[in-house]
């Protein structure tokens, strides 16, 4: 799983954003871990309502628009995070710079929040999963089991890998400041314009 469609949902989320915010391989291996493990946690408690609310959450949750608001919320975020990480860390504006200290700047809490965003958000595969686990769960841990079991196929992908080179191409580009800079906004737009795609889908 972790090698198709959502490698092709978290790639264009993740990457852009590490290579804005993060510098150095360390530091890009623990973002991917971050935000990998989000996205897991995220599985795990909607296989745990699924299993526990069967019907009713893949009813309510999906056909009734709530995960649709989730989407949207996610892309906002994302479209936020683009533009903080394009702003800068000189930029004047005291909301941008709190917003900026806090998320992107607060150690891993950026990815967190975008991992657990986009495994929140519908998508083929988790829509798949979620009909499985409604139809196959006796109970809530069962659903959490299973959950938990997609989680780790999708962690177990190329996010790990590519999140480290960003980190370390973007730390090997400090010695470069002009084109740090430029690369580091460049990320930035990226990512705002990932977010504008989903929000427009």
Known sequence: MGWGPCMGVCLPVILPYIAGAEKGWKKGFLASLAFSVSRFTAYVIL?????????????????????LYINKVGAAIIILFGVLIILGKNFQSPFCRILREHTIEKGMRGTIILGFLTGLSPCA?????????ILEAKNGLQGMAFGAA??????????????????????????????SDIAGRACGALLALWGVLILLR
Do not use: C, D, W
């Open 47 to 67: 296989g745990f309502l699924a299993g526990f609310a069967a019907k009713m959450l893949l009813r309510g949750f999906y056909q009734h628009n709530i995960g």
């Open 150 to 179: 997609f989680g780790l196929g999708t962690m177990l992908s190329p996010v790990l890998l590519f999140g480290t080179l960003a980190g370390g191409a973007s730390s090997y580009l400090l010695k470069f400041k002009r084109a």
């Open 125 to 133: 595969p988790l829509m798949g999963a979620l009909a499985m686990i």
